[in-house]
């Protein structure tokens, strides 16, 4: 009888992820934006993070957990304190994506749990999660995990508008 093993983790990102990142966040935001975010401003948007952009920020400190199946990246989370005082919550996460190919197995779920852990241990026990309002399937995961709508503000693309929510988690 043949066995595979995988072995899957969720870490702290290392230098050594900033490509594996770059090209989780490209896949993800093209599948996650296309027909939302207008193309030309979506590309531009993906251009200015690439494997320099996670470089800097993994060696700048910024919270970054990567999840790694089999050594390759598969998704990311960053999160850290929240952005908008006037939001009562003490955090924030900034982005959590699964790689297409990856997702629907339950990862997702699974770093946002450990980035919400890790809010909590470094004293972020509310934090929020912006998204864009027609970004269904993540309105959806949010909201499955206990998340509310609180706030509801735009975003512009260019010369677009786009609505955004903060989904809050107490």
């Known amino acids: 009888m043949l066995m595979i093993e995988a072995v899957i983790t969720i870490r702290s990102a290392r230098e050594s992820d900033a490509c594996g990142i ?3 966040h490209d896949a993800t935001w093209r599948d996650a934006y296309r027909g939302i975010i207008p193309g030309r401003e979506l590309e531009r948007m993906i251009a200015r ?3 320099r952009w996670w470089q800097s920020a993994i060696l700048s400190g910024s919270r970054l957990l990567v999840l790694d199946f089999d ?5 990311y ?3 850290g ?3 908008v005082p006037s939001l009562p919550f ?5 982005e959590l994506y699964i790689a297409p190919e990856f997702q629907g197995l339950g990862f997702g779920q699974r770093l946002f ?3 919400r852990k890790d809010l909590d241990a470094h004293g972020y026990s509310t934090f929020v999660v912006w998204a864009l309002a027609d970004n269904d399937r993540a ?3 949010y909201a499955r995990l206990g998340g509310r709508i609180v706030r509801k503000a735009n975003e512009r693309f260019g010369t677009e508008v786009r609505a955004r929510v903060a989904l809050a988690f107490e």
């Open 22 to 24: 770059a090209e989780v």
């Open 49 to 51: 993070r690439g494997p």
């Open 71 to 75: 050594e390759t990246i598969a998704g």
């Open 77 to 79: 989370a960053s999160y």
């Open 81 to 83: 304190r929240n952005r």
């Open 90 to 94: 003490g955090g924030e996460i900034f």
């Open 113 to 115: 749990e450990i980035a």
């Open 139 to 141: 309105l959806r995961f």
